[in-house]
C-alpha cells in the first residue's frame, strides 16, 4: 500500500507561481512511476508530469514544458517519497484540481495508476 498526501495548492493571479508537495509513504517506493495529474470538469485528467523513484529524469506535457519543474526526495529506506511540482508563469488554464499519483513498475495513463492522492485545487485568475 502507498499512501499520498497533497499540499501546496491556492489561488494565484496569472504570472504567479506555486508549490506542490506529495508525500509518498508506504513499504517500498523503489520501482514506482510517480506523477501529478489534473483535472478540470468535464475534462479528462491530464498527466502534468512524472519521474520514476529510482531515476531522475522528470517527463512533462508539452502544456507546462519550461513553466513547471518536478523534484523528488526520497528516502534512505525507500519508504518515503517527496514529490514537489514547482509550477511557474502559471496561466488561466493551469487551473484544475491537482492530483498526486504512484504505480509500480510501469507508468500508465490516468485510469492505470493504483494509488491516488485526495487532490489539492489550483486556481489561476487572468
Known amino acids: 500500500q502507498v499512501q499520498l498526501v497533497e499540499s501546496g495548492g491556492g489561488s494565484v493571479q496569472a504570472g504567479g507561481s506555486l508549490r506542490l508537495s506529495c508525500v509518498a509513504s508506504?513499504?517500498?517506493?523503489?520501482?514506482?512511476?510517480m506523477a501529478w495529474f489534473r483535472q478540470v470538469p468535464g475534462k479528462d485528467r491530464e498527466k502534468v508530469a512524472f519521474?520514476?523513484?529510482?531515476?531522475?529524469?522528470?517527463?512533462?506535457?508539452?502544456s507546462v514544458k519550461a513553466r513547471f519543474t518536478l523534484s523528488q526526495t526520497l528516502s534512505e529506506d525507500n519508504a518515503k517519497n517527496t514529490l514537489d511540482l514547482q509550477m511557474n508563469s502559471l496561466k488561466a488554464e493551469d487551473t484544475g484540481m491537482y492530483y498526486c499519483?504512484?504505480?509500480?513498475?510501469?507508468?500508465?495513463?490516468?485510469?492505470?495508476?493504483?494509488?491516488w492522492g485526495q487532490g489539492t485545487q489550483v486556481t489561476v485568475s487572468s
Open positions: 499519483a504512484a504505480h509500480p513498475f510501469v507508468c500508465p495513463d490516468a485510469d492505470g495508476f493504483h494509488y
Open positions: 508506504g513499504y517500498t517506493l523503489i520501482r514506482h512511476c
Open positions: 519521474i520514476w523513484t529510482d531515476g531522475n529524469n522528470p517527463k512533462y506535457a508539452d
